[in-house]
Each structure stands twice: as structure tokens, then as C-alpha cells.
């Protein structure tokens, strides 16, 4: 017999192997059952189309969610790609359309229209209009503002621009610059509108006369100017624009200025999403409020630095507050060269501003 | 290996991501600001802040280089910022050099498509090996086969919407 060559170990073997199968065959079925159920318990899920559905619907579940220590992640960002999408294509290419189409109409409002010049010649006679307080707070907001507004717009459209043009040295320390300045001197812009925000409240309040204003086009179409108090139309829109848009640019700031307090990957794309919308359309505006403020019309830049304008302005322009205050104009001579307006009598009289 | 159109390198401010001759995504530790913006769009979590500080500062991104270091000076410098660079010694990453079961493959993806397909074979799956070739599978149905096995093998994550 050939397998007696083996020796008497291969016949020990063999009754082994016929012990176990015969032990397999008689042992209770319940068992084995029980055996793969456990198995089934413990197995690691098999990858099939519905566990990446799953994952891909952003689903979080302990079995697809990424392995670092304290994270909530999904296995698979799929929010990400969504978020570029909405970034690349409508943010990025929209922000810039609003940005330099209103550089584009100032210009050719300035070319054809032109500048709003005073009606009547001045009088010589000055109202105080903004108190050393409100213009201080303005133009350290406005500084602000500017500086997030190119800041904001290098992080978004500067690696077009400038990295070419200057290299990767300037463009490195360049781009580390604006992303500091943003992040730390944006939580000061925040609270400095809030605060700006409060103090200009009682001047912003809609009035009637208000929509009569936007129907003229502040003054725009028909002739003559429409009736303004205080604060006209125009600034009555910059005002609330900043009080919704502005202070939701400032949350969503907030939100992705400190990433220390534990919010996730997603919160943090749509946060990102509302500060780019909300920034360039603000940027945008605020184009022409500058424009407005400065070479758009004569006499409203002196009353933010020096605090009065002239009764001609006035009357023009806001005619409702001029009647309000008309009997408090001072002599030009009178408020002098370093005179501060916050020691002026009648400011203290009649708080304006 | 890395991604063929990298969400990085397209939302990346500072326009810090490259991609190299063999198709793996760097990044210039020099130029990166710490900003976070690849990490709200990489799908798979590769960006990934060293540490947390004051304020919200994270630090400069650390991704995977598929051990292929970055752009430095000098070899010790692009130790001290990205890691070995193990491709530059014609080495493969460590992840796949050291992982027991071979699971983890590198290289071409064409050639880890081939021996992933060897292995389904080797394995006696009748389909595995051969699902999205659209001819066999139409002669296998209608031989009356099963495929859905087949097709759940072919599933290819990346291409589903």
C-alpha cells in the first residue's frame, strides 16, 4: 500500500482529519449559527453602492466618520465640492461683476452727468451736522472698512493678479498681510459699526417722504430737490444695508474668525459664502457712497470733517432738517480755525447730529 | 493617488498648490496663510491644521505629499517642513511600503486598477474582474447571470453624483 510509505503520522493525521469532520457533521446547528451572527456583528461593513450613498448624502454615522480623535466629520466631505462650485462660479466671477460695474457707472455717471454742484451760491453761514463723536467713529470705521475691502479682495482675486506681476516672495508676505489685517482688525470693524450703527438709529427711522425720495431719484428725475430731513433716502438705504447686510457679514466674520469654538467644516462654507456675498455687494455701495461723499457732490465732504456744512447744502439737500435748525446757523468767522465743534454752544443746545 | 482636478488648488487664496509631472499635489509652506479654505473643500479631509493656538491661528496646512516632499532650499529644509521625500530616493510612500496586507498600493493608477483587477480574479469572483466591460456583461445577462454582484464591485465612488 502506497501510503504506508508515510509512516505511522500520516495515519494519526488522517483519523484527525476524519475525527474533526465527523465532530462538524454531529455538532448542533444552532451553534454554528450563532457563531456567524456574532461574526456578522462584529465584521467590518462591507463597501457597497448603498454604504457610499450613504456617506456621499452626508451622513454621519460611527461607521464611515473620519478617524481623528474628536471629529464629527463624514467619511467624505461632499458639501465641499458644492461649496467650491458656489465660490468659483457665482461669488468670485458676481462679486467682481458688482465691484467694477459700479466703478464702471460711477465713472460714466461722473463723465456725463457730473458733479452735483449747490443751487445758490454760499451763504457763509454753518450748521453743525456730525459731532467730533460721529466723526471720529466714522472715518475709524470707514479706515476700517477699506482696509477689509482690499484685504477681502486680494484673499479672493489677488493670486490673479498679483503673483505674476510681483513674484512669490512679494505676493507670500503680501497675502500673509491681508489675511492678519483681516482677521484681526475685523472683529474691531464689528463692534465699531455696532456702535455706529446705534448712534446714527434715530436719525434712519423711515419716514413717508422717504419713498417720494427713491421715486425722484434723490432728485435725479423732474427737477428740483425731494423733501429729506436729516438723512435723506440714499443714506437711509446705506444705513439699513449696513444694519442687515453689514452685521451679517460681521456674524459670519465672527464665525470664521475663530475656529477655536468648535464649529464644523459645514457651518463654516456657508459662512463663508454669506461674507463673500455680503462684503462685495457692501463694497460695492459703499463705491458710491464715497462717490456721493467726496467728488460726487459739492459741500457734503466738509460736513464730515469739519463737522458743519453750509446753509446752501442744507437746503439743498436735506431742506426738512435745514427748516429744524435753520435759526442755529453760525457765522463762518465764528467757529475759527482749530475751533473743536464739540465746544460749539449749539451743539450742546440743540444735539444734532 | 492625488485628485486629477484638486478642490486645493482651486479655492486656494494664496495659489499655493502645484501639481507635479507625476500628478501629486504639493504646497508652498512659504506662500500658505493658514486661511483653511482647502480643508473646507478637500473631500477627503487631506488638509489638515497642525495645532491650535490663540486667536484661531492654526498654523501653516499640512496635507499628505504622497511622501514627495515640497519646494525648499535644501534637503534638510524640506525635511523640516514636508517630511521624507521618498519619490525624489525612488521609494514608494511609507504608507504603502509599510502596510501589511498591501491593501494600500501607489503608482500609476492605471497599474493599481490592473493588479486590484488581478486580485478580484486571483480571488474566484466569476465577475469582478471583468464588470464595466459593457460587451460581456450584456453576453452574461443574457446568458441569465446574476450581475448585481458584479456591478456592486464596479461601483466607482468617485463617479456617482
Same mark, same amino acid.
Given at each position: ?143 476700517? @472698512?477699506?482696509? &477689509? =475691502?482690499?484685504? *477681502? /479682495? ?5 493670486? +490673479? !493678479? ?76 446705506? @444705513?439699513?444695508? &449696513? =444694519?442687515?447686510? *453689514? /452685521? ?5 466674520? +465672527? !464665525? ?98 | ?161
Amino acid at each position: 500500500m502506497s501510503l504506508c510509505r508515510y509512516g505511522p503520522t500520516a495515519w494519526t493525521s488522517i483519523a484527525l482529519a476524519l475525527l474533526l469532520v465527523l465532530a462538524a457533521l454531529f455538532a448542533p446547528p444552532a451553534q454554528a449559527q450563532a457563531e456567524l451572527d456574532r461574526e456578522a456583528a462584529t465584521a467590518v461593513v462591507g463597501v457597497s453602492p448603498d454604504i457610499w450613498r450613504q456617506v456621499r448624502s452626508g451622513e454621519v454615522d460611527a461607521n464611515f466618520r473620519d478617524t481623528r480623535f474628536d471629529s464629527t466629520y463624514n467619511l467624505v466631505n461632499s458639501s465641499g465640492e458644492r461649496w467650491r462650485q458656489l465660490r468659483t462660479r457665482w461669488v468670485s466671477p458676481f462679486g467682481l461683476i458688482a465691484v467694477g460695474g459700479m466703478i464702471v457707472v460711477i465713472a460714466l455717471f461722473y463723465v456725463i452727468i457730473g458733479r452735483k454742484e449747490l443751487s445758490e451760491p454760499r451763504t457763509g453761514r454753518k450748521l453743525l451736522r456730525w459731532p467730533l463723536f460721529v466723526r471720529s467713529l466714522h472715518w475709524t470705521v470707514a479706515s476700517l @472698512f477699506i482696509v &477689509l =475691502a482690499l484685504s *477681502g /479682495l486680494n484673499l479672493l482675486y489677488g493670486k +490673479f !493678479v498679483f503673483r505674476s506681476l510681483f513674484g512669490d516672495a512679494i505676493w507670500g508676505s503680501m497675502i500673509s498681510a491681508s489675511k492678519l489685517a483681516h482677521n484681526y482688525l475685523g472683529p474691531l470693524f464689528g463692534v465699531l459699526l455696532i456702535v455706529l450703527l446705534a448712534r446714527m438709529l434715530k436719525h434712519n427711522w423711515p419716514k413717508r417722504h422717504d419713498l417720494e425720495w427713491f421715486r425722484q431719484g434723490g432728485g435725479l428725475v423732474g427737477k428740483g430737490h425731494p423733501d429729506a430731513g436729516f438723512a435723506n433716502g440714499g443714506e437711509k438705504l446705506w @444705513f439699513w444695508l &449696513l =444694519a442687515t447686510a *453689514g /452685521l451679517a457679514v460681521v456674524a459670519s466674520g +465672527f !464665525v470664521l474668525d475663530f475656529p477655536n469654538y468648535g464649529q464644523s467644516r459645514d457651518t463654516m462654507q456657508w459662512a463663508n459664502l454669506i461674507h463673500g456675498v455680503g462684503a462685495l455687494g457692501l463694497t460695492a455701495v459703499a463705491l458710491g457712497h464715497i462717490y456721493i461723499g467726496t467728488i460726487g457732490s459739492e459741500g457734503s465732504l466738509e460736513g464730515m470733517t469739519t463737522g458743519y456744512v453750509d446753509e446752501t447744502w442744507a437746503k439743498d439737500h436735506h431742506n426738512l432738517w435745514y427748516e429744524e435748525v435753520k435759526d442755529q446757523a453760525l457765522p463762518e468767522e465764528a467757529l475759527g480755525g482749530d475751533r473743536r465743534p464739540g465746544d460749539s454752544p449749539s451743539e450742546t443746545a440743540s444735539r444734532p447730529g | 493617488m492625488h485628485c486629477d482636478d484638486a478642490p486645493c488648488m482651486a479655492v486656494c487664496p494664496t495659489d499655493c498648490f502645484y501639481k507635479t509631472d507625476d500628478g501629486i499635489v504639493l504646497h508652498d509652506k512659504d506662500l500658505c496663510i493658514g486661511c483653511g479654505y482647502c480643508l473646507y473643500a478637500c473631500p477627503f479631509g487631506a488638509p489638515q491644521f497642525p495645532k491650535q493656538n490663540a486667536f484661531g491661528e492654526r498654523g501653516k496646512m499640512d496635507k499628505c505629499t504622497f511622501c514627495a516632499g515640497g519646494p525648499a532650499d535644501s534637503k534638510e529644509e524640506e525635511y523640516e517642513k514636508y517630511g521624507a521625500n521618498r519619490i525624489a530616493e525612488g521609494k514608494l510612500p511609507l504608507c504603502a511600503e509599510m502596510c501589511s496586507t498591501k491593501a494600500l498600493l501607489a503608482g500609476d493608477a492605471q497599474t493599481v486598477a490592473d493588479i486590484f483587477r488581478q486580485r478580484v480574479i486571483h480571488r474566484g469572483h466569476r465577475d469582478g474582474g471583468w464588470s464595466g466591460n459593457p460587451r460581456r456583461e450584456q453576453e452574461r445577462s443574457r446568458a441569465g447571470a446574476d450581475l448585481t454582484q458584479a456591478d456592486e464591485l464596479a461601483y466607482d465612488a468617485t463617479r456617482q453624483g
